[in-house]
């Protein structure tokens, strides 16, 4: 074992002794779907980013002239950018934490064997269901001051908060968009992991008890490490999902009190402004600092899959 | 990371879709725009405006498809949001196509599509009709000196009271705070929105100021006026005059803010009227027409929509002809009894029908006719931006009057001075 994982290290992945024609059959085989991606993807990437050097006269039909990048200089050197980056991050970041530990709960109370169990997963999936935009509207709804479900419920219950205009305030309007994200996610995030909960060979569990180890010691020992790499794959889902964040904020304040996203302001910039250049930059930026978060995660994730061939 | 870069090519898509830049050269613009002149009734032609909620625009076509049976309109429906079905017809007009002859127009867009050379001149067949229309309506559909387009129907804001609580209606603003503060608050539409935009616009016209110039081609917004405007709004909710929740309101929530007893006045448009005429405070509410502010008489904002003829019509001809049949009479008194869509002919307003469906007319009316439009700008979209973002953040306490005023008049300016 020791032995065939250090010539797996030592031999460079893709020259790995296939025969050229092999090699041949695999590029062609690979290539209608690598056509599919340069069409659906390349291309109009590689077109907002050209329309972010670009600019378009508001008021002169045709008029174009060729901008370098002076829509990204106009965006980096806006507060408004900097503030919609904290706010994206703020966001994605507490949002995916809470999703993962509600998450891996949830999947765990539906990992056990009890009856009714095929019903509770397909429950919990409702929210999952629910359009992000339907979502938000009923949020905005239950969070409406004075009348919502949520003030109401506070003032009945004598708890405080009743007269807090959740959405008119920061950091409260960041909160309810949390709020309403994990109510969304969680789910998803439950059945990635549950997914991965199901591939952990019981034995190991039984093997652990005849040793004696706790429930703590079997979650923190067995069940961790080996939903590493599912917990992972459900992190990057999640968390390019949360930067990207468009729907919630869009429908439930606008943006306004600190709940302006970067897909946010791009929207603004080119639909209602209709400065496709700018709106362009803001983009092809937006695009950028999704992929370099995919980067570090794949990173990761790569690390962790090599690390667990090592161990078997 | 493939998948990744799928994902996000997803979203790069959706955006450049949204934008749709477009690489056509050839003008149009104000000065050479196509023009119509003749109004002929024959041929297809397809009538894109907002979804049809109440089944009113799907009559006018019926009438108009029996009454000219050489001509076949169509009715396409938009989304119910303003802002969407901007975006639907931009984008229809970017990709110059000819799918839309008539377009059902929110009056701030006028502006911006004329600019674009998107619209037909339409000056001498609105020059023909001029005593017609409620002239405030007509001045919507105004650029640079021509005609783009016809009224299709009007709107302006109304003060609703709870007379159980004030017996009559306060002779101004300033007394309608005072006395909103004594009893439950005034409600308006305070959201981060166009209609926080309209709210702040109605007092500003009331006092006198503006926030561009006649021909808008300057920001006039650091004056007096804005500023004590803005010090006027955001006094209200400081000193709990108007609630901190009309932050997040918009026509809605201020309606059944309203409607549950949780405000004395509301200002908001007559849509309001028969639905509270529903709510449980039907016989405890009357409205009335703006009341004055800074000594002044009152003011409003219009709205409503404009019909024009697209720049890339194959039947124009047959678009006018469906246009001047929309604005006709009969057709209005139509629109006001079945969908409540304020008429923008003065002689409508006292047709006994119009006066059924709409009892408040003649006061709506009076409304519409001290009514003014917005900015007339190409960049109205951005202009309102500039106004409603610096208003939200007086009212959330978050600049101070002053700094919010020198703020909106650079942003305006800015907008303004956009390539």
Known sequence: ??????????????????????????????????????????????????????????????????????????????????????????????????????????????????????????????????????????????????????????????????????????????????????????????????????VIPDELYDAAKVDGASAWQRFRRITLP??????????????????????????????????????????????????????????????????????????????????????? | MLRAAAVLAALAIGIAGCGGGDDDDDGGGGADAKKVTQAKASGDVTWCIGKDTTGAFGTVVDNFNKANPDANVTLLELPEAADQQREQQIQRLQAESDEC?????????????????????????????????????????????????????????????????????????EAVYQQGQQDNGVVYQGFRYEGLTV???????????????????????DSQEVRDVLTFMADGIKDGAAPKAVTTYKEEESRRA????????????????????????ADEFEITTFPGYAGNEGAGVLGGYDLAISAYSKNPEGALAFMNFATSPDQQVIQASEASLPPVLTEVYSDPTVEKALPFAADLLQAVEQAQPRPVSPVYPQISEAIFTNVYAALQGDTSPDEAASTMNEDIQKAIETF
């Open chain 1, 1 to 198: 074992m020791e032995a065939a994982t250090a010539r797996l290290r030592r031999r460079p992945r893709g020259r790995d002794g296939y025969g050229r024609s092999e090699r041949r059959l695999a590029a062609t085989m690979l290539a209608p779907s690598l056509i599919v991606i340069a069409a659906v993807a390349a291309y109009p990437i590689g077109y907002a980013f050209w329309l972010s050097l670009t600019e378009y006269s508001l008021r002169t039909p045709g008029l174009w002239r060729f901008a370098g990048f002076d829509n990204y200089s106009e965006a980096l050197s806006s507060p408004e950018f900097w503030d919609a980056l904290t706010t994206t991050f703020v966001f994605s970041g507490i949002s995916v934490g809470l999703e993962l530990v509600i998450g891996l709960g949830m999947a765990l109370c539906m990992h056990e064997a009890f009856k009714g169990r095929a019903i509770l997963r397909t429950v919990v999936l409702v929210p999952w269901a629910v359009l992000t935009v339907t979502t938000a509207i009923t949020w905005r709804t239950i969070f409406e001051p004075g009348l919502g479900l949520a003030p109401v419920l506070l003032d009945k219950l004598g708890l405080p908060g009743a007269d807090i205009v959740w959405l008119g305030e920061e950091p409260y309007a960041l909160g309810v968009m949390i709020l309403a994200d994990v109510w969304k996610t969680a789910p998803f995030m439950a059945l990635l992991i549950l997914a991965g909960l199901q």
């Open chain 1, 226 to 312: 080996l939903l590493r790499p599912a917990i992972l794959v459900a992190l990057i889902f999640r968390t390019l999902d949360a930067l990207r964040i468009f729907d919630l904020p869009f429908v439930l304040t606008q943006g306004a009190n600190g709940t302006t996203t970067l897909s946010l302001i791009a929207q603004q910039e080119l639909t209602t402004n209709r400065l496709i250049g700018l709106g362009s930059a803001l983009s092809v930026l937006t695009f950028l600092i999704v992929m370099a978060v995919a980067f570090i995660y794949i990173r990761a994730l790569g690390g962790n899959i090599r690390a667990l061939a090592e161990e078997t």
């Open chain 2, 101 to 173: 002859d008539v377009l059902g127009m929110d009056v701030i867009w006028t502006a911006e599509y004329a600019a674009q050379g998107w619209l037909q001149d339409i000056t001498d067949a609105a020059n023909k009709r001029k005593d017609e229309f409620v002239p405030s309506t007509l001045d919507t559909a105004l650029y640079e000196g021509k005609y783009w387009a016809l009224p299709f129907n009007t709107n302006a804001g109304f003060l609703y009271y709870r007379s159980d609580q004030v017996p009559e209606a306060p002779a101004d603003w």
């Open chain 2, 199 to 221: 709210n702040f616009l109605e007092l500003l016209y009331s006092a006198g100021g503006s926030v561009v110039n006649e021909d808008a081609t300057e920001a006039t917004a």
């Open chain 2, 258 to 281: 309203f409607e549950s007893g949780n405000a004395t006045f509301m200002r908001n448009w007559p849509y309001a009227y028969a639905l509270g005429k529903e709510s449980k405070i």
